[in-house]
């Protein structure tokens, strides 16, 4: 197969996190039975009038603010004119002339190199209702209809699948820390389309442009891109050409389906929608909007990293932000950040998944974890006490020194005592000594479970290695 440059450009739907729908009073809610958050102006009666939720106006605004983009202070909606059965009204409210964002970019790291992927705009519009097909019955859900959204159209910088895949992760995570959106793709609260086109030489114009639908995951959206430049080049390689198209990914193939060639621009007529006036964004309104979002990710990372924390639990906590919001709650503490780190990301992590709670559910207050981080960097408890004890310690209201009393945990850290355990053993096992100088790494197991065995295991086994490695090293 012929090499082939790809084009690719991202356009994303994302619903805003507010009460209420953009141009009615009805709740702004998923999972409720079908049709029961509606009134007349989702269902599109004829009369109705829309009322522009200002709500939808703040959050445009931190998302706008979060990717980097110039914010347009004057604005107008405009109707989106087409008839599907979605529309009821016939035409969607939609910003198409003047964007609330544009001009902006997100980072991303790739190859250990950062690199921008522009952002061409930001507009707000309304969602159309929700189709369910039943056999040879579509059945229409009106919940969605008329929820706010924001699209985020990317300009075609986009060169693969991996640089796709880590722009929509850095956008999801951005915007559901900056609680825009809760961006749950599963839910269809963030729904991507993938433009890609191919060409031989970058000095060429761009190939035809392919348009993929509606694609579930941030995964299936790098799957649909790749497939998708290998069906083009296939075709470029026999000589053949192709009409502009729309294409669906589906998840069973693994692979894009046609759904329509475009053999004419789509011609919308847009105009201005006559029942809202136009918006306009004071310098006050953008400094409002901008003051209440919460820190993001990029920042918590520094403060993470300037706190000792190793770049991988960095990453792994941000992943998860109520960890996040948890730990932040220490940041004006003197707490060691690395043990904490790696206590959440371990132990309680795996406790948190196996008993299906979020932290803020246990028994873990701040001065609780204060005292475990500090027992653990003291060495007073091993990993094998803190798995041992954990389940009540986040249950109860015990102390550590209760439950350390109660399971009778001791510890013996005293390195002039465990000095003299470690050259006994060595004195009583001087073939495992020549088999660890020999590079047999296995004898050092052997010789820290005869220490362990020794003490009864009440020695500290981090203090012990530490001991054992520079006696046998000399």
């Known amino acids: 197969m012929s090499k082939y440059i790809p084009t690719i450009g991202i356009e994303v739907h994302v619903e805003l996190k507010t009460k209420t729908k953009i141009f009615s009073s009805s709740k702004n809610g998923y999972g409720s039975m079908a049709n029961s958050l509606t009134n007349v102006v989702d269902l599109g009666y004829p009369g109705t009038l829309p009322t522009l939720n200002e709500e939808v106006i703040n959050t445009a605004i931190k998302a706008a603010h979060v990717l980097n983009c110039k914010i347009r202070k004057k604005q107008h909606f405009d109707r989106k004119n087409y008839f599907y059965p979605d529309n009821p009204k016939n035409y969607q409210i939609t910003e198409a002339r003047t964007p609330i964002g544009y001009d902006g970019y997100v980072e991303i790291e790739i190859n250990n190199e950062k690199k921008k992927i522009e952002i061409e705009e930001i507009h707000i519009e309304e969602d159309t209702c929700k189709s ?88 299936n959206v790098g799957i649909a891109i790749s497939k998708e430049i290998e069906r083009q080049a296939k075709l470029l390689d026999q000589g053949e050409s192709f009409q502009e198209q729309t294409r669906r990914f589906d998840d069973k193939l693994n692979d894009t389906i046609l759904m329509r060639v475009k053999e004419t621009g789509n011609d919308y007529r847009y105009f201005p929608e006559p029942d809202i006036p136009y918006v306009i964004i004071t310098d006050e309104r953008i400094e409002k909007a901008i003051s209440s979002l919460p820190m993001l990710p990029d920042q918590r990372k520094e403060l993470y990293l300037s706190r000792g924390v190793s770049e991988v639990n960095a990453t792994k906590i941000i992943a998860n932000r109520n960890l996040s919001d948890y730990l932040n709650e220490f940041l004006d503490t003197n707490l060691n950040f690395q043990v904490a780190t790696n206590l959440l990301l371990g132990d309680i992590s795996g406790y948190l998944n196996r008993q299906e709670k979020e932290i803020n559910q246990t028994e873990l207050t701040k001065e609780k974890f204060i005292e475990l981080v500090k027992k653990v960097e003291e060495n007073t408890l091993t990993s094998k006490n803190v798995k041992d004890i954990l389940d009540e310690y986040l249950e109860t209201s015990q102390t550590l020194d209760e439950l350390i009393q109660k399971n009778g945990i001791s510890n013996i850290t005293d390195e002039s005592l465990l000095t003299e355990v470690v050259d006994k053993i060595i004195l009583e096992n001087p073939d495992s000594v020549k088999d660890y100088q020999a590079g047999k790494e296995r004898a050092i197991k052997f010789l820290m479970g005869q220490i362990m065995k020794e003490t009864k295991g009440s020695a500290n086994p981090k203090l012990v290695n530490e001991i054992l490695i520079s006696k046998l090293n000399k």
């Open 132 to 219: 369910a097909h039943r056999g040879k019955v579509s059945l229409l859900d009106f919940n969605r209809a008329g929820v706010p959204l924001i699209e985020i159209v990317s300009k075609a910088c986009i060169e693969t699948n991996e640089e796709a895949k880590l722009y929509l992760e850095k956008l999801r995570q951005l915007l559901f820390y900056s609680d825009i959106s809760d961006c749950k793709m599963e839910e269809g609260s963030m729904r991507c389309d993938a433009n890609v086109s191919l060409r031989k030489n970058i000095a060429d114009p761009l190939g035809t442009k392919c348009e993929i639908k509606n694609i579930g995951s941030i995964s």
